[in-house]
């Protein structure tokens, strides 16, 4: 059954929105915006563009590729020390910003995430060359810390002037031994048009570095599992390691929340692969099961009901009826609590209205989330996606490489000789396809939002406000970046990069904890007493002349 925009808002009004939000552009940028602003059809999704550069000027939701890999991918693991090479004003990412959790077994095991390091390039290692005074950073960590691992992140100068941070990896690692693991990341900001690029920069990274270097078969339970693209965000994956610990799941890695570097390097013994976040880390399940044989499947354990059918999914895949009876134990055992927690939000929650644009998969997961609140995704879209986060797998092949993608270091991934062992026959997987499924696929956006809503690439700040005066959305979902200009016109956001200070939203408890804080947000009253400053005061308006 194909899903309707809701009634409230027309299929003419969403077309009126691109009508006036493409005539106030120069031409130029109207042509290029109109295929980023789409209105959406599940059985046939359109084309979107995606994943091209921003248009200059526009102000963008965007980060930079340093920003993906260091600041979203490597961020979250506690026991290696991330250097940033480059000025101090890069090193916004070289602390935690996202509010990344991480759990040290012991008082006494390494936890370096609260910790800033930087090389603070000043003018004079611009103009001579910054290597030794990386060198030097890298000497003093070591000393102050003895890490098992350092890894040094490129920043937009460093790139400008030629210093080579692979190279400074290698002679340091010789320098101090003691089988310390130094690596580098070619991440300058320039090198992709979003935080995309630094995502698949630092996949390669730890494939390269990290995964394959421990063979030691670790922990009891029998069903062994990663989960991909799960960065902890006010402690997701803590609910997630929970969930999977109650049912019986052994999960070996986390990419990268609440991570080690003993788990990346122990990744390959898993036997199944989860991506969770499709964009930030899908070359990592490709690579692993083009490596060592290991299948992947999408999850998205975002929502109870998606929780259970995850949980469902690994009890299929491992075909074990002690496992698929546990699991079904488990989620009858938690939805007790979820389903008193949904039926109380609904009440208050049934048929508004929610916007939402952030990440590279949030904006499609949490769609199920305000589906069990009875609320209606009127508009929504990704700020780093590919076509294929859109429109599906399916379209892979027809996706041209571009210049800006070609900055990407591509790497070839070979059989291990000696650790490639498929986890199942190909008569295995075909017979699980049978039932349902997927391997190595993902829908995309596009095919769960209703049809006729709008689906918008890389929304700029213009498009935002007019989306909401328009539209007036009960919440709105997006980053720091637009929080509290959103708030200025009289509508809530919640923060879906950071989520403020709420969390942890996955999982069942999750799920709970997002029923109570949108129905505490979305149905307040106060934000229809606000006022931004430009309601009341006047201001000048101008556009353009041709």
Partial sequence: MIKEVNNSVSVDDLKKFKEEVLHKYPKKVAKKRDKAILLNDPETPPQIQANVRTVPGIITQRGCTYAGCKGVVLGP??????????????????????????????????NFMMYCFSTDMQDSNIVFGGEEKLKQAIREAYELFHPKAIAIFSTCPVGLIGDDVH??????????GDGINIFGFSCEGYRGVSQS????????????????????????????????????????????????????????ATFSGNSTIQKFENAHTADLNMVMCHRSINYVAEMMETAFGIPWIKVQPIGADSTAKMLRKIGQYFGDQELIDKIEEVIADEMVAVTAAREKALKKTNGKKAMLFVGGSRAHHYQNLFEELGMTTLSAGYEFGHRDDYEGRVVIPTIQIDAD???????????????????KTEEELKALEAEGMEFNGYEGLMPQMAK??????????????????????????????????????????????????GGPYAGFKGAINFYEDIEMIACTTIWKELKAPWESETYVEAQYAY
């Fill in 77 to 110: 693991t506690r026991d290696i020390i991330n250097i940033t090479h480059g000025p101090i004003g890069c090193g916004f990412y070289s602390w935690l910003t996202r509010r990344n959790q991480t759990k040290p077994e012991t008082e006494t095991d390494e």
């Fill in 167 to 176: 190279r400074v990896a290698r002679h340091m690692k010789e320098e101090i």
């Fill in 197 to 252: 690029a630094g995502h698949h920069i630092a996949n390669n990274g730890l494939f390269k570095n990290l995964i394959g270097r421990d063979d030691e078969k670790r922990g009891d339970l029998k069903y062994r599992v990663n989960l991909l693209g799960e960065y902890n965000i006010g402690g997701d994956a803590f609910e997630l390691e929970r969930v999977f610990e109650k049912c019986g799941i052994n999960l070996i």
């Fill in 405 to 423: 993608s070609r900055n990407i270091e591509e790497i070839t991934v070979t059989k291990d000789e000696t650790r490639y062992n498929p986890r």
């Fill in 452 to 501: 006729g809503t709008l689906v918008i690439d890389d929304l700029s700040h213009y498009e935002m406000e007019k989306l909401i005066e328009l539209y007036k959305p009960d919440v709105f979902c997006a980053g720091i970046k637009e929080k509290f200009c959103v708030q200025k016109m009289g509508v809530p956001l919640k923060q879906l990069h950071s989520y403020d200070y």
